[in-house]
């Protein structure tokens, strides 16, 4: 053994101290870990799981993005529809309210051009009536006149052109 040692001490290697050195690796190396890497791999399961989890909230955002865009484009649409419902049976009753006040327009017309009628009609009659009255009137004046006086022709003429204008006279003050 001593040759063995004069020449491991002669090569420069302590077999003592590379044991020792060796066992004391093993030993900080059992430490580490027991007390450092079983936290530090922890920590970064930890880390990987939360990262993975944000990965997959934001995955599910997204999706949630996603159909809220699609509902709010399937709403628009529908508001657009009805929008143009609502245009059209505007649009329809506008008509049919037009049709309404021209045809109670026309009927208004037609109603006052019946009264006109009846109305002109009416003044009419009564313009004859009273030319009638008073061509009886005119006509009896003259009798009693001419029967009161033997009156000669020209006199009869005078006094049917003085009754005459007596008369427009008359309707004149009326």
Do not use: C
């Amino acid at each position: 053994m001593s040759a063995e040692f004069l020449l491991g001490a002669a090569s420069g290697i302590y077999w003592g101290d590379t044991i020792f050195y060796l066992v004391l690796f093993l030993v900080l190396v059992a430490l580490i870990k027991h007390f450092a890497w079983g936290p530090i791999t922890s920590m970064m399961e930890k880390r990987a799981e939360k990262i993975a989890s944000d990965i997959d909230n934001a995955e599910e955002s997204r999706a949630k993005a996603e159909k809220l865009e699609s509902q709010r484009q399937a709403a628009l649409k529908d508001s657009h529809v009805e929008a143009s419902q609502i245009i059209d049976r505007a649009k329809t009753n506008g008509e049919q309210q037009k049709s309404k006040i021209i045809d109670g327009a026309h009927q208004e017309v037609t109603a006052l051009k019946e009264n006109a009628k009846q109305d002109i009609a009416r003044e009419r009659q009564d313009a004859l009536e009273s030319v009638k009255d008073d061509v009886a009137e005119l006509s009896l004046s003259i009798a009693s006149k001419v029967i009161v006086k033997n009156l000669k022709l020209e006199d009869q003429k005078a006094l049917i052109d003085s009754y005459i204008e007596g008369l427009g006279k008359q309707n004149e003050v009326k």
